[in-house]
């Protein structure tokens, strides 16, 4: 077996071990497997080894890696920073949109897929930690905006997403994670939306991400390695 496929077999595995543990149903996780910088072949041999979702967060490098390897089987989430500017380039290609960080991101989203006669299913993303280097809202405005989120066309809201500050424990990831469920549980609330998706949960902390509810983890490391910093990256 390459490296690639032990390691994403080994990472499902984990998945499934932790779901159980937690007393959730087998199929409540999903991963998502994060190519970033990772090169067409590998994530083919990813995608040989039985990884179904494939998440990028640049378009200009996704574009191309996306036209190459399709759709077949497979899908594509977009999980990094996207600019208002770059909405036009999204296109249909990717499935879900994990990282909508503000309304007027949102509103460019929608009425761009609203004139294109489509919906596009995104995650708002949360600012748990109140880190003012992060991207994401602050949980008290995002609250204040659930309903006008729940009234744009062209986008279904399904849920939120975050990115906890790196600890080199993840038991101090916990916190944040069960912060955002109760957001979440506040929003279906307050909006009366169904907000099914958790997106939380990377390399080193996504067990404890499942038991507190994760219905998406994103791993990129664990099952490709350490990828080369880009500067500006984290
Ligand atoms: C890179 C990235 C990941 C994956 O991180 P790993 O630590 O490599 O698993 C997850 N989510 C986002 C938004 C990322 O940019």
């Given at each position: 077996m390459s490296m690639i496929t032990e390691s994403l077999v080994d990472v499902l595995e984990r998945i499934s071990q932790t779901t159980q543990k937690s007393g959730?149903?087998?199929?409540?996780v999903s991963l998502i497997?994060?190519?970033?910088?990772?090169s067409v072949d590998r994530i083919e041999e990813a995608r040989g080894a039985g990884a179904v979702i494939f998440g990028e967060n640049k378009i200009q490098e996704a574009i191309p890696k996306i036209a190459q390897l399709g759709w077949d089987e497979i899908s594509w989430h977009f999980i990094g920073h996207l600019q208002k500017n770059k909405v036009k380039f999204l296109d249909e290609r990717f499935d879900l949109i994990h990282s909508v960080d503000s309304f007027m991101l949102a509103e460019k989203i929608a009425g761009h897929c609203h004139s294109e006669n489509r919906v596009q299913r995104i995650l708002l993303q949360v600012n748990v930690s109140g880190e003012t280097t992060k991207f994401g809202m602050e949980p008290s405005e995002l609250e204040k905006k659930m309903i006008d989120f729940s009234r744009?066309?062209?986008?279904?809201?399904a849920g939120l997403m975050t990115i906890p500050p790196f600890y080199s424990?993840?038991?101090?990831s916990r916190k944040h994670f069960s912060r955002l469920r109760e957001i979440r549980d506040q929003c279906e609330k307050q909006?009366?939306?169904?907000?099914?998706?958790l997106s939380m949960g990377m390399s080193h902390d996504f067990q404890i991400a499942i038991e507190e509810g994760a219905t998406l983890v994103r791993v990129g490391t664990a099952i490709f390695g350490s990828r080369q910093p880009r500067p500006g990256e984290n």
């Open positions: 959730r149903t087998p199929n409540s497997t994060v190519s970033k910088q990772v744009l066309k062209g986008v279904n809201v424990d993840p038991e101090n909006s009366g939306l169904l907000l099914p998706e």
